[in-house]
């Protein structure tokens, strides 16, 4: 403070005064946003006592990002904080905006790998209006179904359209760009045009969805389809959990309850089925396999994201076990319930120690350039052959222990194999003998417990004869066991499907004289020549 009296303060003392360099109030100044209050007689700029305070109301505004000429209007009082405020707070949304387009752009293209000359495209794309997006995807929707008499079909996808909120997320930009490069793929076309060709066939009259009588009976009826199609996602996804096969028996009775829940809502097309049978069961099959699209798919979770809504769940695990399921039982039949009959527990749980033993054995002598080997089981090498039967005995333990495994597709091996097939065979052993599984029945068909490590020693055994083949090992596995294990594959899995690239392709013949490990592999489609 000047020793004068007068209160004042130099540009040095506000500078210590407020931590502000002394460049800065001097442009402060200079712009008119903390005039001095007097000069000094060699001309040298002095500032009242309420310099700190104003610039300390400059110093907060500027750290907001509000401009000097905003902030010198609010000094002189031409307007108010609160209407600078709401004006600065419009422009940096604008801002914000501009730059989540930008990044969401930018995002696109390393995602996808553009070319230069894409980016003004992509540019472009993010900045249409939403008239602009609807008819990019309602001039696709009309080139792919020109000519094709489907007008609820048509209807459908015309009203989806891709409603981008007015400040969308990356998420939702970055989706509008990939739908928008989406319909562009004439593969996409192809696939909905397959779809509505499919639809306008098996629609019944033609035309009857559109009119006005009858659009009450065709909501409810797309409505009914909508929980059928949830019911298959959650029954074939618990099917895989559960690690049921598509084409065996135990799959049979969740067929049967898909294809009843199914037929309502094939009443008004061409010739409904009216029963569950072969007829019925071919037709629901063309359905799936016709639907599975999976362009179409993305097609509409891409919508869903430009839009916020939830994405539709993922049909692909259950879509595939489902038609898988549908081919392997293309005609109903009664579950044998004489095959959960005459399995003892102890010679059950004799037979899964004495072929685990023999099989440890195998693994144990499996050396690291052997993982890569191929197997009699087509498509797996040694390593995917050994990580599924460590999975085959986690999976039984944790039937027993009442919470089926969902992680099939995991890595169940590790670095160590030799440990996780001995870790897993011996959870198993303590579960099986532990919890009182073997005594006990699982599931609405209440499959005994027994029954359940039965199938464990029979796909061990199975596949520890893969893996002795793969490694040039004999194949005489648990003598003891064997006979007792192929006798129990034939009540099992006696009248299952067989088809070609299944998990019980057709019996092959076993050589006069084979032992009884050789024709259980030959009774469950293996070469054993």
Not at 109 to 134: C, D, F, Q
């Amino acid at each position: 403070m000047n020793e004068d009296g007068t209160g004042l303060l130099t540009i040095g003392e506000l500078a210590g005064l407020t931590g502000l360099p002394v460049k800065t109030i001097r442009n402060w100044s200079d712009q008119n946003l903390l005039p001095p209050a007097a000069r000094t007689p060699a001309g040298y700029r002095l500032y009242g006592p309420d310099a700190p305070a104003r610039l300390e109301i400059v110093r907060s505004l500027r750290e907001l990002g509000i401009g000097l000429a905003a902030i010198r209007s609010v000094l002189h009082r031409e307007r108010t904080v609160a209407e600078t405020a709401a004006q600065w707070a419009d422009a940096l949304d604008a801002q914000i905006r501009t730059l989540r387009l930008q990044s969401a752009v930018l995002r696109a293209v390393a995602a996808r790998g553009s070319a230069a000359e894409e980016l003004p495209y992509m540019t472009e794309l993010a900045r249409l209006s939403a008239r602009e997006r609807r008819l990019i995807i309602t001039d696709f929707v009309e080139d792919a179904l020109d000519g094709v008499d489907a007008p609820a079909y048509r209807s459908g996808l015309l009203a989806a359209t891709p409603e981008l909120p007015d400040d969308p997320t990356p998420e939702q930009t970055g989706a509008w760009l990939e739908l928008a490069a989406l319909v562009r793929e004439p593969e996409l076309r192809t696939a909905l045009r397959r779809l509505a060709e499919y639809s306008a066939r098996t629609a019944g009259e033609a035309g009857a969805a559109g009119e006005p009588a009858a659009r009450p009976a065709a909501a409810a009826q797309e409505q009914a389809a909508l929980r059928v199609a949830e019911l298959m996602r959650a029954r074939g996804e618990a099917a895989v959990a559960a690690g049921v096969a598509p084409d065996s028996p135990a799959a049979e009775p969740v067929v049967a309850e898909l294809v009843a829940a199914w037929l309502p809502t094939q009443t008004g097309t061409a010739d409904p089925p009216a029963e569950d049978g072969p007829a019925a069961r071919a037709r629901l099959l063309e359905q799936l396999e016709t639907a599975a699209e999976p362009l179409v798919e993305r097609y509409w979770q891409l919508l869903c994201t430009v839009t916020g809504r939830p994405a539709p769940p993922r049909w692909d695990t259950a879509g595939t076990w489902t038609t898988a399921a549908l081919r392997a039982h293309p005609g109903p039949y009664e579950l044998d319930r004489s095959a959960f009959d005459g399995t003892d527990p102890d010679r059950v749980l004799r037979a899964y120690e004495e072929v685990t033993r023999d099989v440890a054995l195998l693994v144990a002598a499996v050396r690291p350039e052997d993982l890569a080997l191929p197997t009699p089981c087509a498509g797996w090498t040694v390593r995917q052959l050994l990580d599924h039967m460590v999975w085959e005995n986690l999976m039984a333990a944790s039937i027993a222990e009442g919470a089926p495994r969902a992680d099939h597709t995991a890595d169940h091996l590790g670095d160590d194999h030799r440990t996780a097939f001995a870790d897993s065979v011996r959870a198993a052993r303590a579960v099986f003998t532990g919890s009182g599984m073997l005594h006990r029945t699982y599931g609405p068909y209440e499959a005994p417990g027994a029954m359940i490590v039965q199938q464990a020693v029979v796909e061990l055994l199975a596949h520890g004869w893969d893996l002795a083949r793969a490694t040039g090992a004999p194949t005489a596995l648990a003598p003891e066991a064997a006979e007792e294990t192929l006798a129990a594959a034939r009540r099992i899995y006696g009248a299952a499907p067989r088809t070609e690239g299944s998990s019980f392709a057709p019996e092959r013949p076993a050589p006069t004289g084979a032992g009884a490990t050789d024709r259980l592999a030959a009774f469950l489609g293996r070469d054993v020549t």
